[in-house]
Each structure stands twice: as C-alpha cells, then as structure tokens.
C-alpha cells in the first residue's frame, strides 16, 4: 500500500450511498483525452495520408489488443463484450471510412471522429442490440484518438494495489469488469444517489460516496479513507485507526453477507423484502436471495430495444420467465410499462415533447392509445395463469384517484390485484383515497423525489437535492405509510431508498410494509433491520423527518442506531 502521507487530517462530504469503509490510494479515471493535447498534436505532421493511415492502423490495433487482453481475463458476458469490442476497433469497414476522410484531406484526428461518428448513425438507425454498441464505438473512438495523441488511454486504469476510483462521473462503459478487489470504492465529483455509479457499487458491494464536490482536486496517489455511510472522505488519517476501521467495515459486511432470512426486527416484527428485477435471468437469480417475491418488475426495460410493440403472446412468455421463479408460494408485483422520458420505448414513446419527465409518460401514454395497455394486461393475466405465481400489477405515475380507479378496474377484470405507485407527490397527499380504490400501493422514491424537489434524477450537479432523506420527501413517504396502516393495505417502497439499510429503518418505523430494492442489497437492508426493535425504527422515523436536512437526518437515525 502507498505510504500514507503525515499531513494533518482534512476531510470533505458527499451523499453517502453504498456504506462500508475502504482507505488506499486516490486513483483518477480520466474521461476524454484532453483537448490540450489534441491541440498539440494537430494534423500530426505526416508527409501524407497513407502515413496518417498507417498511425491510425498502428493505433487501432494497439486498442484491439488491449480489448483481447482484457477479454481473455475476463468471464461470461463480459468476455464476450470485449471480444467484441476488440473485433470492432479492427474492423475493416471503419478504416475505410477513415482512409476516405483523411484523402478527403482531414487530419487524424478529425477523420476519425468523423469515421466513427458516421458507424454511430447507422447503428443508431440500426436499433436493437447494434444501438447498444454505440458506447463502445464512442470507447474506441477515445482510446484510438489517445493513442495517436500520445495520451494514456482514457477510463479506468488498471490499478496495481487497491486503490480508491475517484472520478467526476462513471459511465457503464467505465465500470465494466472492475475488480472490487483492487478497486475497494468509488467517490464521484458528481452524481446522486440513483446514479449509474451508485447502482454499480451496490452491485459490487464497495463502499460508494456520490456528489463529493472537490474530491478530483485530490492528487493521485494519495491516502485516503472512503466511509460510505457517512459520506466523508477523509485525507491524512493515522493508517493504523485507517486499517483497524477498515477491518471492522469487512467484519459487518461479511456478518450482512451470511444474513439469510427471513426478515423480521429484533423484536420479532416480520417485514417483507422483496427484489426489483428487469427480466427472466434477473428474476431467477433474484428467486435465490432471502426474498419474498418481486416488488418491481419493470416491464419497459424488456422492450427498450424493440421498434414494434410485441404481441400478446410474446409478452406473455416474457412475463412468465419472470413469474415462474415464484410459482412456489411467492409474489410478483408488475410494473405497467414505464416509457418515455429516462426511459424511451420506440413503440410507445411520445416524440418530440418539450419536457418529457413531465409529459406524457407511464399510465399516461394509455390515455391516447389504451389499447396498448389492455394488451400488456391481457399478456400479464395469460403469464400468471400458464405460472400459478400470485400477480399483483402496478401502474406508474398516476397522478389523480380517478386514474388509479379506471386502472383498479382493468386489473380487477382481469382477476389481478391491482395497485399504484406513488411517484408523484399528489398521489402521496391522496394516499388515503387512492387506498379507497386499490389494493396496494408502491412508493416510487426514485420519482417522487425528482417531482418534490423539482430537481432531475438524472442532474449530476443536483444530487443533493434528489436525495430521498430530504424532510420532504420523507413527509410524503409518511403521509402515505400512514394512510396504508389507517387503510390496513399494504404500501410498500421500491426506489432506491429501500436499498438503504439505515434508511430502511426509518421507513419500517413509519408504517411501509415491505421493501423491495436491487437483489444485493437485500442482505444488508435484512440484517440491519434485524437488529433493532420496531420501536427503535419508529423513533428512527421520528429523528429522521424531524431533522432539518439530509445529513442531519442520516446522523441522528445513525445516532439512535449506534452505527
Ligand atoms: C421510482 O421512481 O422510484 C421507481 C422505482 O421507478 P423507476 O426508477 O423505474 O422510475
Ligand atoms: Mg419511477
């Protein structure tokens, strides 16, 4: 490990969202090559533009070997992606496109960006799985242009110590195939609780800190330690307090780790923990964690690559892929689909609105065309039947009581318990009379808190504003908990609060009667809870939407819980 420096401890904050404690050396990503450097090299100086080919060939190849490298170290799916992307960077078709452009009389540089910006539109129009490699055309494209520049390749370096990933942002193509054994945490300048960072950390089980506002000025190599449940990120610490907090963090987390269910507070109260899936595999390997079914299968991510909307039948085996792994006593809760906005669904999706989070989106595309609802019903109501599995069907941002009234019809009719999520803060100020005409309702944090703040999830620089602890959101998750236990009907949380463990406490005590959340997070959200009495989670509830702030909030709940 780097020696740690001696200079006095100097810490700074960001929005804790993966807990556990890591200390080692910063090490940077670096996202684009740096324009300086592109500047500097210009057309490259070369005599003509068969030398230029020649750069780019020897440049081409030289990041096809690292993708081969990588891939024969890699396993299963990911091996797969980097041969993939290996075959790609050589592939004969874009340097053609490059020679074309540099007799065209472009440098390097740029014929390569136009190159590669030419592969884009036509997998872009493409659709389908070749859309998806767009990213790793954008991936060679900086790795090529690096090599040629004389630049390190951009994104991760490969560490050879266990270092801490400090980064302004991540994106999947960053984080695919990291090792959570050499890369111990992620710290990001930016991004909030449900960004792409967050939800990869919490699949890798490493401490994550978000929105750490001054964390890439820290130079490389420097000792640091990372506490994901309090979100600081200290410089300086005395190495031996650093290791003995390490250790402690690995000890817990090995304790989460062999928690199996089921869950219940130390005092014997059962709570229902349940996992949020997007497909047949997700669901199966979901079906193998302590869980008591599935709180939020979301139905769009089936189709985010389909032009077409898929027919009765074909949905129906999709669905029941889902439902069969809990065909043995378990539940399903199905999500109508979510399109438009974060999530666009070619068959559905409303094109060209002005502001999309708040256009027609989920339920509401079923008002101009309700007949691609009454399909996907009738698809789920088949998979339920061919599965036995009890299916309970949710539809997303309803807004009003009459919405979730005409939906409760459809389901019902259809012999299917039928709830709504409460992703819009109107929904939560009516909680009580939405209860009055469905069976079930499903807090969606994720979008309820981007409609109470007014701020969008997908907004790096707003992360601490879409943050699930801020007072008012934690006042709409009461009201709405509170009119589930006046009701006697079960309100449930399935955005990325559930996932986490201090605040899932704070949640059982206001009333919420399940949660579900990301299959990883299930053991760590289980055996906290299964530490402290319901009357410990009701006074975390009362220190948490008491407290004036997010952070305040986390301390006092962390306070009353002793962690
Ligand atoms: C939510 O908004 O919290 C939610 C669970 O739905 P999604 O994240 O799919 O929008
Ligand atoms: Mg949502």
Sequence with gaps: MTTPTSSPAKSLSGTPVVPGVAAGP??????????????????????????????????????????????????????????????????????????????????????????????????????????????????????????????????????????????????????????????????????????????????????????????????????????????????????????????????????????????????????????????GPSAESAGAEPVQGVGLFRTELCFLNRKDEPSVEEQADIYAGVLSPYSDGRYVVVRTLDAGSDKPIAFATQEGEENPALGVRGLRLSFGNPGLMDRQLDGIAAAAERTGTETWVMAPMVATVSEAADFAEKVRSRGLKAGVMVEIPSAALLAHRMLEVVDFLSIGTNDLTQYAMAADRMATDLAHLTDPWQPAVLQLIAITAHAGTEAGKPVGVCGEAAADPLLATALIGMGISSLSMAARAVRPVGAQLGRVTFETCEAAAEAALGAPDPMAARAAVRDLLGT
């Design 26 to 279: 910063v090490l940077h990503v670096r996202g684009e090559v740096s324009p300086e450097a592109i500047a500097r090299f210009g057309d490259g100086g070369f005599h003509d533009e068969l030398a230029a080919l020649e750069a780019y060939e020897e440049a081409a190849a030289a990041v096809a070997d690292t993708f081969s490298t990588k891939a024969s170290a890699a396993e299963g799916a990911a091996a797969q992606v980097l041969t993939a992307s290996a075959g790609l960077a050589r592939d004969k078709g874009l340097r053609s496109a490059v020679s074309k452009n540099l007799q065209a009389g472009q440098g390097p540089v740029e014929a390569v960006q136009g190159a590669v910006e030419q592969f884009v539109t036509i997998f872009t129009n493409m659709g389908g799985l070749m859309a998806e490699r767009v990213t790793d055309l954008r991936d060679i494209e900086r790795r090529v242009i690096a090599h040629l520049v004389g630049e390190p390749p951009p994104g991760v370096p490969t560490p050879d110590e266990p270092s801490i990933l400090v980064a302004e942002d991540l994106a999947p193509s960053d984080t695919s195939g990291l090792d959570p054994s050499l890369v111990t945490a992620l710290v990001t300048e930016r991004g909030g609780a449900t960004s792409h960072t967050a939800i990869i950390a919490r699949q890798l089980g490493i401490p994550c800190v978000v929105g750490a506002a001054g964390v890439m000025a820290i130079p490389a190599g420097t000792f640091v330690v990372v506490d994901g449940g309090t979100g600081v990120v200290e410089q300086g610490a005395d190495p031996d307090e650093a290791r003995a907090r390490v250790e402690e963090s690995h000890r817990l987390r090995e304790e989460l780790a062999s928690w199996s269910g089921p869950a219940a507070t130390s005092d014997g109260m059962p709570v229902k923990l349940l996992a949020n899936v997007a497909d």
